[in-house]
Protein backbone atom coordinates (compact mmCIF):
# COMPACT_ATOMS: atom_id res chain seq x y z
CA UNK A 1 0.00 0.00 0.00
CA UNK A 2 1.02 3.68 -0.68
CA UNK A 3 -1.05 6.12 0.70
CA UNK A 4 -0.63 9.97 -0.53
CA UNK A 5 -0.25 12.59 1.89
CA UNK A 6 -3.49 14.27 1.90
CA UNK A 7 -4.04 15.44 5.27
CA UNK A 8 -0.51 16.97 6.33
CA UNK A 9 -1.27 20.45 3.81
CA UNK A 10 -4.67 21.85 2.79
CA UNK A 11 -3.19 21.29 -1.30
CA UNK A 12 -3.41 17.10 -2.27
CA UNK A 13 -0.15 16.00 -3.12
CA UNK A 14 -0.74 14.81 -6.51
CA UNK A 15 1.85 12.35 -7.53
CA UNK A 16 4.51 10.60 -5.14
CA UNK A 17 7.49 11.35 -7.87
CA UNK A 18 9.87 14.36 -6.56
CA UNK A 19 12.54 15.26 -9.05
CA UNK A 20 15.51 16.38 -7.63
CA UNK A 21 16.98 19.77 -9.03
CA UNK A 22 20.47 18.60 -9.24
CA UNK A 23 21.89 21.85 -11.15
CA UNK A 24 24.58 24.84 -10.38
CA UNK A 25 22.36 27.58 -11.04
CA UNK A 26 19.12 29.40 -12.19
CA UNK A 27 19.20 29.63 -15.49
CA UNK A 28 19.81 25.76 -15.72
CA UNK A 29 16.96 24.93 -13.52
CA UNK A 30 14.55 27.14 -14.89
CA UNK A 31 15.60 26.30 -18.46
CA UNK A 32 14.61 21.99 -16.90
CA UNK A 33 11.70 23.04 -15.13
CA UNK A 34 10.04 24.63 -18.09
CA UNK A 35 9.84 21.25 -19.72
CA UNK A 36 7.90 19.50 -16.58
CA UNK A 37 4.30 19.79 -15.74
CA UNK A 38 3.29 20.08 -11.60
CA UNK A 39 0.91 17.32 -12.01
CA UNK A 40 3.69 14.95 -12.14
CA UNK A 41 6.09 15.69 -10.10
CA UNK A 42 7.14 18.01 -7.03
CA UNK A 43 10.81 19.41 -7.12
CA UNK A 44 13.25 19.28 -4.51
CA UNK A 45 16.17 21.87 -3.92
CA UNK A 46 19.19 21.08 -1.93
CA UNK A 47 22.28 22.79 -1.01
CA UNK A 48 24.13 23.57 -4.27
CA UNK A 49 21.23 25.14 -5.91
CA UNK A 50 19.94 26.74 -2.87
CA UNK A 51 23.24 28.11 -1.89
CA UNK A 52 23.37 29.41 -5.35
CA UNK A 53 20.21 30.86 -6.35
CA UNK A 54 18.72 31.41 -2.57
CA UNK A 55 14.96 31.38 -1.81
CA UNK A 56 14.12 33.76 -4.89
CA UNK A 57 13.88 30.21 -7.33
CA UNK A 58 12.01 28.55 -4.75
CA UNK A 59 9.80 31.38 -4.70
CA UNK A 60 9.45 31.45 -8.38
CA UNK A 61 8.78 27.10 -8.81
CA UNK A 62 6.10 27.72 -6.03
CA UNK A 63 4.51 30.29 -8.19
CA UNK A 64 4.58 28.20 -11.14
CA UNK A 65 2.15 25.72 -9.08
CA UNK A 66 4.76 23.15 -7.80
CA UNK A 67 5.46 21.79 -4.45
CA UNK A 68 9.03 22.24 -3.53
CA UNK A 69 11.25 19.82 -0.37
CA UNK A 70 13.71 21.85 0.49
CA UNK A 71 16.80 19.68 0.76
CA UNK A 72 18.52 21.20 3.67
CA UNK A 73 18.98 18.85 6.28
CA UNK A 74 19.32 20.76 9.00
CA UNK A 75 21.15 20.22 11.69
CA UNK A 76 22.05 22.12 14.34
CA UNK A 77 20.37 23.93 18.19
CA UNK A 78 17.17 23.20 18.47
CA UNK A 79 16.26 26.94 18.10
CA UNK A 80 18.53 27.68 14.87
CA UNK A 81 16.34 24.44 13.51
CA UNK A 82 13.02 25.94 14.93
CA UNK A 83 13.78 29.31 13.35
CA UNK A 84 14.85 27.73 9.71
CA UNK A 85 11.82 25.82 9.68
CA UNK A 86 9.70 28.50 10.36
CA UNK A 87 11.26 30.44 7.81
CA UNK A 88 11.14 27.75 5.23
CA UNK A 89 7.08 27.45 6.13
CA UNK A 90 6.83 31.25 5.48
CA UNK A 91 8.07 30.76 1.76
CA UNK A 92 5.45 28.41 0.99
CA UNK A 93 7.55 25.22 0.92
CA UNK A 94 5.44 21.88 1.03
CA UNK A 95 8.40 20.14 2.81
CA UNK A 96 11.82 20.48 4.81
CA UNK A 97 14.37 17.97 6.34
CA UNK A 98 16.68 17.77 9.02
CA UNK A 99 19.09 15.17 10.05
CA UNK A 100 17.56 12.85 13.10
CA UNK A 101 20.67 12.36 14.87
CA UNK A 102 20.37 16.47 16.06
CA UNK A 103 18.01 15.04 18.55
CA UNK A 104 14.58 14.97 20.52
CA UNK A 105 14.76 18.75 21.87
CA UNK A 106 15.75 19.89 18.00
CA UNK A 107 12.67 18.14 16.28
CA UNK A 108 10.36 19.06 18.99
CA UNK A 109 11.14 22.31 18.80
CA UNK A 110 11.09 22.50 14.97
CA UNK A 111 7.63 21.02 15.28
CA UNK A 112 6.15 23.37 17.79
CA UNK A 113 7.84 26.22 15.38
CA UNK A 114 5.58 25.30 12.48
CA UNK A 115 2.53 23.73 13.83
CA UNK A 116 0.17 26.78 13.72
CA UNK A 117 1.40 27.94 10.35
CA UNK A 118 -1.05 28.83 7.83
CA UNK A 119 0.71 26.59 5.13
CA UNK A 120 2.37 23.88 7.47
CA UNK A 121 5.04 22.20 5.75
CA UNK A 122 6.12 18.13 6.20
CA UNK A 123 9.04 17.83 8.44
CA UNK A 124 11.16 14.96 8.00
CA UNK A 125 13.64 13.73 9.66
CA UNK A 126 17.36 12.07 7.91
CA UNK A 127 18.35 9.03 9.05
CA UNK A 128 21.25 6.97 7.51
CA UNK A 129 22.04 8.44 4.11
CA UNK A 130 21.44 6.45 0.90
CA UNK A 131 25.47 6.85 -0.07
CA UNK A 132 26.57 4.96 3.37
CA UNK A 133 27.39 1.46 3.60
CA UNK A 134 27.73 -0.83 6.88
CA UNK A 135 31.47 -0.12 6.31
CA UNK A 136 30.74 3.75 6.05
CA UNK A 137 28.71 3.46 9.78
CA UNK A 138 31.67 1.88 11.20
CA UNK A 139 34.21 4.04 10.45
CA UNK A 140 32.28 6.55 11.98
CA UNK A 141 31.94 4.74 15.23
CA UNK A 142 28.53 3.40 14.75
CA UNK A 143 28.36 -0.55 14.82
CA UNK A 144 24.53 -0.72 14.78
CA UNK A 145 22.91 -2.75 11.45
CA UNK A 146 22.06 0.26 9.50
CA UNK A 147 18.70 -1.51 9.12
CA UNK A 148 18.22 -1.29 13.00
CA UNK A 149 19.72 2.00 13.32
CA UNK A 150 16.97 3.61 10.70
CA UNK A 151 13.88 1.91 12.32
CA UNK A 152 15.59 3.50 15.72
CA UNK A 153 16.18 7.21 14.31
CA UNK A 154 12.69 6.73 12.62
CA UNK A 155 11.01 6.11 15.61
CA UNK A 156 12.93 8.95 17.73
CA UNK A 157 11.75 10.83 14.56
CA UNK A 158 8.04 9.80 14.92
CA UNK A 159 8.39 10.26 18.62
CA UNK A 160 9.17 14.04 18.37
CA UNK A 161 6.65 15.06 16.09
CA UNK A 162 8.49 14.62 12.82
CA UNK A 163 5.63 13.50 9.80
CA UNK A 164 8.42 10.99 8.10
CA UNK A 165 12.04 10.12 7.62
CA UNK A 166 14.06 10.12 4.85
CA UNK A 167 15.00 6.43 4.11
CA UNK A 168 15.95 4.22 1.47
CA UNK A 169 13.49 2.24 0.10
CA UNK A 170 15.16 -1.18 1.71
CA UNK A 171 14.38 0.22 4.73
CA UNK A 172 10.25 1.17 3.72
CA UNK A 173 9.10 -2.54 4.47
CA UNK A 174 10.43 -2.75 8.22
CA UNK A 175 9.62 1.12 8.60
CA UNK A 176 6.18 0.67 7.20
CA UNK A 177 5.46 -1.79 9.94
CA UNK A 178 6.76 -0.28 12.99
CA UNK A 179 5.53 3.12 12.28
CA UNK A 180 2.29 3.00 10.24
CA UNK A 181 0.37 3.17 7.11
CA UNK A 182 0.69 7.38 8.23
CA UNK A 183 4.36 8.27 8.09
CA UNK A 184 5.82 9.04 5.39
CA UNK A 185 8.58 7.54 4.09
CA UNK A 186 11.07 9.75 1.30
CA UNK A 187 13.55 7.21 -0.56
CA UNK A 188 16.27 8.80 -2.40
CA UNK A 189 18.44 5.94 -4.73
CA UNK A 190 15.35 5.08 -6.89
CA UNK A 191 16.46 4.13 -10.40
CA UNK A 192 14.69 3.09 -13.33
CA UNK A 193 17.62 0.46 -14.15
CA UNK A 194 19.17 -0.82 -10.78
CA UNK A 195 21.77 -3.31 -12.58
CA UNK A 196 23.07 0.04 -14.73
CA UNK A 197 24.09 2.27 -11.97
CA UNK A 198 27.27 3.57 -11.53
CA UNK A 199 26.75 6.72 -8.79
CA UNK A 200 27.50 7.53 -5.83
CA UNK A 201 24.14 5.56 -4.25
CA UNK A 202 24.53 2.65 -3.20
CA UNK A 203 20.71 1.50 -1.78
CA UNK A 204 18.99 0.91 -4.68
CA UNK A 205 15.60 0.10 -6.37
CA UNK A 206 13.61 0.68 -9.09
CA UNK A 207 10.06 2.83 -8.66
CA UNK A 208 7.58 -0.01 -8.71
CA UNK A 209 9.98 -2.12 -5.89
CA UNK A 210 10.14 0.98 -4.05
CA UNK A 211 6.42 1.66 -3.65
CA UNK A 212 5.55 -1.71 -3.23
CA UNK A 213 8.04 -2.11 -0.26
CA UNK A 214 6.13 0.91 1.21
CA UNK A 215 7.92 4.21 -0.06
CA UNK A 216 5.32 7.17 0.14
CA UNK A 217 7.65 9.41 -1.94
CA UNK A 218 10.42 8.56 -4.40
CA UNK A 219 13.16 10.81 -5.13
CA UNK A 220 14.39 10.68 -8.95
CA UNK A 221 17.72 12.56 -10.16
CA UNK A 222 19.15 11.71 -12.95
CA UNK A 223 16.83 9.37 -14.45
CA UNK A 224 14.75 12.35 -14.77
CA UNK A 225 17.11 15.18 -15.56
CA UNK A 226 19.56 13.48 -17.92
CA UNK A 227 16.64 11.60 -19.81
CA UNK A 228 15.83 12.43 -22.99
CA UNK A 229 12.62 12.83 -22.77
CA UNK A 230 12.26 13.74 -19.13
CA UNK A 231 7.95 14.28 -19.03
CA UNK A 232 7.86 10.63 -20.55
CA UNK A 233 10.05 8.97 -18.09
CA UNK A 234 7.45 11.06 -14.98
CA UNK A 235 4.48 9.81 -16.79
CA UNK A 236 5.99 5.81 -16.90
CA UNK A 237 6.48 6.29 -13.49
CA UNK A 238 3.05 7.69 -12.09
CA UNK A 239 1.28 5.66 -14.03
CA UNK A 240 3.28 2.60 -12.78
CA UNK A 241 1.63 3.80 -9.38
CA UNK A 242 -1.91 3.71 -10.56
CA UNK A 243 -1.15 0.31 -11.34
CA UNK A 244 -0.49 -0.62 -7.51
Known amino acids: MNPLITDFNTETTRTPVIVALDFANEQDTLAFVRRLDPSLCCLKIGKELFTATGRSLVEKLIH?????????????????VAQACKAAADI???MVDMHVSGGRRMMEAAAEAVANHAQKPLLIGVTVLTSMEQSDLKEIG???????????????????????????????????????????????????????????????????????????????????????????????????????
Open 92 to 94: GVW
Open 142 to 244: IDIPVEDLVVRWAELAKHSGLDGVVCSAHEAAPLRRTLGEDFVLVTPGIRLNVAANNDDQRRIMTPAEALAAGSTYLVMGRPVTLATDPVAVLREVNAAVNGL
Open 64 to 80: QGFQIFLDLKYHDIPNT
